[in-house]
Each structure stands twice: as structure tokens, then as C-alpha cells.
């Protein structure tokens, strides 16, 4: 076996849950194979990198062995290599408690200072 379909690599590597949710993802433009958008059928070979969209970011994947089926977990983490660049840690600026209610001016206005914005729009 040379090649496989996307849609397939990607659930059997366990990218995603089901082989539907990967063809989705595949209509939706989320995966990108050697930084071509990927329909589902489309053939993938050893040494190709495929690119997932998962919340805003891209995870990186370079396809060592092409699966088919499903696998256990330490095989299919065997199936790729995880190029992914690390994530710099997200700080919760701004975040209040549910049911604080309405920030007020001077809350508005820290908020405003911490998220980098300026206090008076430029556009007026």
C-alpha cells in the first residue's frame, strides 16, 4: 500500500473521533496536505505533511506510516511525527465571575487597560 485517503489516516491515527467528522473537517478547508486544502478522498503518501485546524491553531502532522484502521493508541501516535509548534499559555485578562453582573466604568476601564486597547477610540 503506497498511498490512503485523508479522511481515513486522520480517524485511524485518532485525530479525530469518527471518519464523518474528518471528511467535515476536510470539507470545511481544516486540513491542508503539503499546504494544499485536502478533500476527503484525496490520496496521502509516507513523508507528507498534513496541517489540522483545531481552535485557531494549526497542529502540524508528518505521516511516517500510512494506517487505514483504527489502531491502539502507542501505534497510531507511531504514524506520525508531531511537528506542532508549542502554545504559549493564554492568560484570562478580563475574565469576571459569572453572575458579577455589569462590570462598572472603572472595571470597564482596567479591563480595557490589561486586553491593550486604548481608552479613547480613534475613530470619532
Not at 485517503?5 to 467528522?21: C, E, G
Not at 502507542?74 to 504514524?79: C, G, R, T, W, Y
Amino acid at each position: 500500500m503506497d498511498s490512503a485517503r485523508i479522511d481515513s489516516w486522520l480517524w485511524a491515527v485518532r485525530a479525530y473521533k469518527t471518519r464523518s467528522a474528518a471528511t467535515t473537517a476536510c470539507r470545511a478547508g481544516h486540513i491542508r496536505v503539503n499546504g494544499e486544502k485536502a478533500k476527503a478522498a484525496q490520496a496521502i503518501r509516507v513523508g507528507d505533511e498534513v496541517r489540522i485546524r483545531v481552535s485557531g491553531f494549526d497542529r502540524i502532522l508528518i505521516v511516517r506510516q500510512l494506517l487505514v484502521k483504527r489502531v491502539g493508541a502507542p501505534l497510531a501516535a507511531a504514524a506520525y511525527e508531531d511537528r506542532t509548534p508549542a502554545r504559549e499559555p493564554q492568560a484570562a485578562l478580563g475574565l469576571r465571575d459569572r453572575g458579577a453582573g455589569r462590570p462598572t466604568k472603572r472595571e470597564r476601564r482596567e479591563i480595557d487597560r490589561l486586553r491593550g486597547r486604548d481608552e479613547f477610540p480613534t475613530d470619532w
